[in-house]
């Protein structure tokens, strides 16, 4: 059953105006979608007015600025209950990708408090992600350890910065959400799709090691769960509860897909091709748990990432 648990928490707030930077993107779209179902008011961030289009049809009010550009986003926030921050760009695996990447990230994260100081918006959710969190083996929460580098270095990087600015009241309340793998039409499981077709895609080492899933629906309808009732100060993991080894992903892939099962590297072959900071993620072990954010009554409709796939592949052929 899809996130619906808004009567078990006492202090789940009324939907309000939320704003989102980066509405447009693939997460922000989502979670747009999601406050518009939980009757929530949305002002979407975006960065220029192509994108305005999109997002005003989702039924948001676009406003265009630069979430580094604090005036605008100080603007932006007046009336509003709560601030959401997936705005991100930049390639963080080159020197000036990683500035940019950085500056979108952390001095968003940053403008965003500022401008909920400012403008008295009582709580901001900052998107991150489970990349954060060191390899290790066995069910890794909240206080597991973290590693972070490459993106997972600039998503740690702003939610540090966010709760640095949260003035000495601990106001406004900050929150951070760590999604697993997101997977829909879009972002990297369309990379991975069109890799598998062109028989390029390749698992790393033996591929055992587990990854966490999360359904794209389901992480937007957390967003909204924890900006509705989270707790002030708390990260909560975003994960469909049934980590899986990555080739045993990759193989379900290709054969919903009816494509040959990728081919194996090694550690070594996927650094020289991705990059060294890149395949140490690809092998990676990050088994996670949403044991927290189910303790808000949300619940992933698709608990596992065989049946979420299916209508988002049917999607993918249209
Ligand atoms: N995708 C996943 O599976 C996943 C999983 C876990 C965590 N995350 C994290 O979630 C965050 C968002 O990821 P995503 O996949 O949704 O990325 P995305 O699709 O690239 O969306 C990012 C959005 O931010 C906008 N943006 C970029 N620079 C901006 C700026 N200066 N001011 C305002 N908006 C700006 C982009 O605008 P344009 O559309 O104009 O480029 C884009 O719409 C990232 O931190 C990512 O690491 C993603």
Known sequence: MHCTGRAMSPETRNPGTALVAGAAGYLGSGIVRALKAQGWRVVGLVRDTAKADCVAALGATAIVADVRDAAAVAAAARSTDVLIHVAAGGDPYVAEGLREAESIRVLGARNLVRAAIAQHVPRVVVGSGYWVYADQPGIIREDSPVDPWG???????????????????????????????VYGNGSWLRSVVDALRAGTYAVVADGTNPWSFVALDDAAAAFVRIAEAGTAGETYNVVDGRPAPWREFADHLADRLGVRRPASISVEEAARRYGAEVARHLAARRACTSQKLEQLGWKPRYADYRDGLIPVLASMTR
């Open 151 to 181: 993106e997972a270095l600039v998503n740690f990087h702003a939610e540090l910065a966010a709760r640095e600015e949260t003035n000495s009241r601990g106001s406004p309340e900050v929150i951070i959400v760590r999604p697993g793998m």
